[in-house]
């Protein structure tokens, strides 16, 4: 009987946990699991482990946490776990040359787009701002560049209009858990996967998410605006000022609606809504929060702001 497939998981963020159940359920000995080191997280910024690293030590695997994995020290403790493959999932750290030619069958990637496109740190958000109808997971043969390794294995899902940016990580992640378990159940099989290189066009990158991005800018589009809306939600979230008070806007949908408004104005407002002046068509929102508050319907916004009703440019949504 041959000896399982000894396996390393590198994985930070809760998107990587369900590949790391993965990786246990398919049989395969989980020698290590490496993770970025504990940060300062809540109001009281204490060191807090991250959600793989709770995952790892409720299921009694060892645990690795270097600041870099450049230094040669890293480098030879992670080739004393002597792996067959290692299986990184959104960890965080760049894997350099020599360790990506430590493991016997080299290092695999789940990457949560159809690639090439979004290549980078926030595939998820970029696909729903940018309207793609499709994304996915790619399950990849890692190499020095940037997410540029040939696709092993590739699984896709349609985008919703009611996605957001939480609904479509918790869908993919759930996907690319599917993927790796069938990658890794056909290597233990026996079997080599056919890997295809990337094409060359439609490479996009998918930068990393940053707060200053938070602010809704009436004077674009409002399919532009929903669509931010939804892909920070619920990070970084979509912040506006309605009517004089600065708000978080949860939810809200685009309507192809003319008129003369400044973008930024409120048009109407009733039981559907709040209608807001765009460069392009309105946007009515739905859900927001106020500042120290909790998420609440946009008819609870409104029957604590009466004065809104007689304030809208236009006659109440009704």
Request: charged share 20%; aromatic share 4%.
């Amino acid at each position: 009987m041959s000896a399982p497939l000894k396996l390393v998981f590198a994985g930070t963020p809760e998107f990587a946990v369900p590949c790391l159940e993965a990786c246990r359920a398919t049989g395969a000995d989980v020698v290590a699991v490496y993770t970025q080191p504990d940060r300062p997280a809540g109001r009281g910024r204490k060191l807090a482990p991250s959600p793989v690293k709770q995952a790892a030590l409720a299921a009694g695997l060892v645990v690795e946490q270097p600041e870099t994995l450049r230094t040669a020290e890293a480098q030879a403790t992670l080739a004393a776990y002597r792996p067959d493959l290692m299986v990184v999932v959104a960890y965080g750290l760049i894997l350099p040359r020599k360790v990506l030619a430590i493991p016997r069958l080299g290092c695999w990637n789940v990457h949560a787009s159809l690639l090439p496109r979004w290549r980078g740190a926030a595939p998820i958000q970029r696909a729903i701002l940018a309207g793609d109808a499709e994304t996915g997971i790619d399950l990849m043969q890692m190499e020095a560049g940037l997410d540029t390794g040939p696709v092993l294995l590739e699984k896709r899902t349609p985008i919703g209009r009611e996605d957001t940016g939480g609904s479509l990580h918790d869908r993919l992640a759930t996907l690319g858990a599917e993927a790796l378990a069938e990658g890794l159940a056909r290597v233990l099989a026996g079997e080599t996967l056919a890997a295809t290189a990337q094409a060359a066009e439609g490479v996009t990158y998918a930068h990393k998410l940053d707060k200053a991005e938070a602010r809704l800018d009436f004077s674009r589009p409002a399919i532009e605006l929903e669509r931010q809306v939804r892909a920070f939600d619920p990070w970084p979230g979509s912040d506006a000022e309605i009517a004089g008070e600065p708000l978080r806007i949860w939810a809200a949908r685009a309507l192809d609606l003319a008129h003369a408004a400044t973008p930024g104005s409120v048009l109407g407002t009733g039981r559907e809504g709040i209608d807001v002046a765009c460069g392009n068509g309105a946007l009515r929102i739905t859900a927001l929060q106020r500042a120290g508050g909790r998420r609440i319907s946009a008819v609870d916004y409104l029957n604590a702001r009466p004065e809104l009703r007689q304030a809208s440019a236009l006659s109440p949504l009704g």
